[in-house]
């Protein structure tokens, strides 16, 4: 119960005692994948996110047979951007961070694996930063089929409105419009604009 413990701590407000709960998880799990994990969801709380995603590729390496982070890196990269967008991009070369085209391979790829609503979700938004209005529309129908909307919290208030785009291509486009501008990005304009306004 310590890792729930200490999510439950963090998210009512209280850092300090959810790191000392996560420390003593730490101490009986030495070395543990779910320990790597569990430190890797507090720093993301803690919007410390570089050492998160470093701290989830440990997590990677400690259990690799069982435990896939591809969809977490993912997301966590995304927040990364969005959270200092003039330092970084999802186009960036660097090999150890995820440009756009490698993030859509990687959620393919764990798509054809598994039901996987965050890689659906991750999809829709870089559809939707590329003007793939209707590919875009079609990932976010799709997860509103296998769960339901309501449990979908992102970690970033630009993210939050992507999850209700599904309702209406006019909601898509403002969404995506309002990322593209805290990015610094010209927005791009739809193939028809009339058939979204």
């Known amino acids: 119960l310590l890792p729930l413990r200490a999510i439950v701590a963090h998210l009512s407000g209280d850092a300090a005692a959810a790191h000392e709960i996560a420390d003593r998880f730490g101490k009986r799990a030495p070395l543990s994948a779910e320990s790597f994990m569990l430190q890797s969801v507090l720093l993301k709380l803690d919007g410390r996110l570089p050492l998160a995603l470093e701290t989830l590729e440990d997590a990677g390496e400690a259990d690799p047979k069982t435990l896939d982070v591809a969809v977490p890196k993912a997301y966590l990269r995304m927040l990364e951007v969005l959270q200092d967008p003039s330092a970084e991009s999802l186009e960036a070369v660097d090999p150890a961070k995820l440009d756009r085209a490698g993030m859509r391979a990687l959620l393919d790829e764990r798509l054809k694996r598994d039901h996987y609503p965050a890689a659906l979700f ?76």
Do not use: M, N, Y
């Open 122 to 197: 991750l999809r829709a938004v870089l559809h939707a930063l590329e003007a793939e209005w209707d590919e875009a529309a079609g990932e976010l129908k799709k997860l509103a089929r296998r769960t339901s909307l309501d449990r979908i919290v992102p970690d970033h208030e630009l993210l939050g409105p992507f999850v209700w785009a599904g309702e209406s291509r006019s909601r898509l486009l403002a969404a995506t419009r309002d990322l593209q501008a805290h990015r610094a990005q010209p927005p791009v304009e739809p193939r028809s604009a009339g058939r979204f306004l």
